[in-house]
């Protein structure tokens, strides 16, 4: 119930907001507008500050036990928004987030392509240019597919500051059309057990399953694309006590059988700067922290 009210409050806070913004333009460049206007502003501008306050709303967090799941990818990744580093690990518990993960692919030195550096070169890259790219993304779970998106198109890279500027007012406007619009190409699967496992930012036209396949924790069912909400190509893996995210809360996970580089980046040494795993490195299950990378077998 909470985390319906405060995503109402995410619409009232933009769309106050906007009729404000409208108003005020027009007030401004129409000396003889009338009060219709007037009223609107400060309709708008008293509802956006509704929205705001109800955006704090408080909610809890999932008491359920910690989940074992494979890993989303193969290879080498970079962890972000990660909940062994924060919950919630996106900043919001919204669409079911409180316990997501996103993960970059980051290959290792000497591989024949590179992630471009955030911040350098052109603030909006096609997503082909990032090596994660069309990568396959697996199912965490074994079980039933009750949700497939697949048809959001891949849109550029927004890695310098302006373009970042571009993807919050974009991600706004994101929020407002739902899940589809926020999470990009997603697939979900039931593990029947009250657990949903969310894989998003799929590619266009990737998908490689259907709603009622039956598929094994492991399989691939997608690749990694740039749909949705996204800053670059990246797959964001959670877990979910229901189908629908816009109502769902997050489980907490972590993956089995994963290698984890336990140093973090400094000031002096960015995230794609961290040093190599090496092949006898344990296996273990866990989560990176945001910043780390992991491998998989």
Do not use: K
């Amino acid at each position: 119930m909470i985390e319906s009210l405060q995503r109402a409050a995410r619409r009232l806070l933009v769309g106050g907001l906007g009729l404000a913004v409208v108003a005020m333009v027009i007030i401004w460049s129409w000396p003889g507008a009338g009060t219709v206007f007037e009223i609107a502003l400060f309709t708008g501008t008293g509802v956006g500050l509704l929205g705001a306050a109800g955006i704090f709303l408080p909610v809890g967090d999932s008491t359920a036990s910690v989940r074992d799941v494979h890993p989303p990818v193969a290879g080498r990744w970079l962890a972000l928004n990660s909940p062994a580093s924060r919950v919630p690990s996106h900043g919001t518990r919204s669409y079911g987030q409180a316990y997501a993960i996103d993960l970059i692919h980051d290959p290792l030195p000497g591989a024949p392509s590179t992630r471009p550096v955030p911040g350098e070169g052109p603030g909006m890259r096609p997503a082909s240019d990032y090596p994660g790219f069309g990568q396959p993304v697996l199912a965490m779970v074994t079980g039933t597919v009750v949700r497939v998106t697949d048809g959001a198109r891949d849109h550029r890279s927004r890695t310098r500051v302006w373009s970042l500027l571009y993807l919050y007012v974009e991600g706004a406007l994101r929020d407002i059309a739902g899940t589809r619009q926020v999470l990009g190409n997603h697939i979900v699967v039931d593990a029947g057990d009250g657990c949903f496992a969310l894989v998003a930012h799929l590619a266009r036209g990737s998908a490689l399953v259907r709603v009622g396949d039956r598929v094994e924790a492991g399989q691939p069912v997608g690749r990694c694309g740039n749909s949705g909400n996204s800053s670059e190509p990246h797959v964001h893996a959670q877990l979910m006590d229901r189908a629908e995210a816009t109502s769902a809360r997050g489980l907490p996970l972590r993956f089995t059988g994963i290698r984890i580089d336990h140093t973090l980046p400094t000031d002096d040494t960015p995230p794609t700067g961290n040093a190599p795993l090496t092949d006898d490195a344990p296996l273990t299950d866990g989560l990176p922290a945001t910043g780390q990378h992991l491998t998989t077998s």
